[in-house]
């Protein structure tokens, strides 16, 4: 694919890995990663070959937060530019339009921790930890996600405080969905993505779009959201396909020495 300065972009058949790329600056995003990251987001989205995606990082540490250096003698319309471009890169990474997850081995700070959760789950090792410490530092960040995923009490604790949440206390508050074994990690989520990348996409598509548009509105509308997209999936060739599957695993089922003989 298209080399990139601040990323890494692998595929492996349907599964594509976004690998944060500044080690030596600690992955610390600066306006180019900001670039690359929505470009690569977009290009994904539009590849219809790519049913998962993978956002991880190289080197020890995910994401030391914004690169604070490239800031030195910018104006307020030029700070402001910047975060806009933060913020556009998140956005992307979130509209990829395919289930995406990221993979966190080290310190996600600040805009590490959005780049983690703009994407649909947060798998973690015990090396993981999560801290925003913006507020400390006289600026706002991770106001929007960061709530929604831990609770408004737990991000007003980390934002007021800059407590930094180990990986367990990151599971156990839901902000990361899995801690698995350092030395595992790399496999265990390829094999969820392509496990993810098998499933029928448009289903796929839907059940992740359900999700996110049910949880910012009441429950009425939720099911409205839900109901459009089964009528949507039976109107597709997903869903012959999809019967015709369950048609021959009730065949297996009921043979002699079937599964359930």
Known sequence: MTP?????????E????IVLNRPQQRNALNAAMCNELRAIADALRDDAAVRCVIVRANGPVFCAGADLKERKGMDIDGVRARRIKAFAAYDALEQIGKPC??????????SGGEIALACDFIVATEA???RTPE???GTVGATQRLPRAVGKRLAKDMAFTGRTLSAQEALEAGLVTRVVPAAQAGDLVRQLAHQIAAAPPLAMQLTRRCIDRGMET????ALAVELLAIDTLLQSADWDRTIATFGNAADDDAAPGGRHA
């Open 218 to 221: 009441d429950q009425a509308g």
């Open 128 to 130: 993981a930890s999560f």
């Open 4 to 12: 990139y300065e601040t990323l890494i972009v692998e595929r492996h």
């Open 14 to 17: 349907a599964v594509a890995e």
């Open 135 to 137: 507020a400390l530092w």
């Open 101 to 110: 997850i990221a993979l966190v081995e080290g310190p996600a700070v600040g």
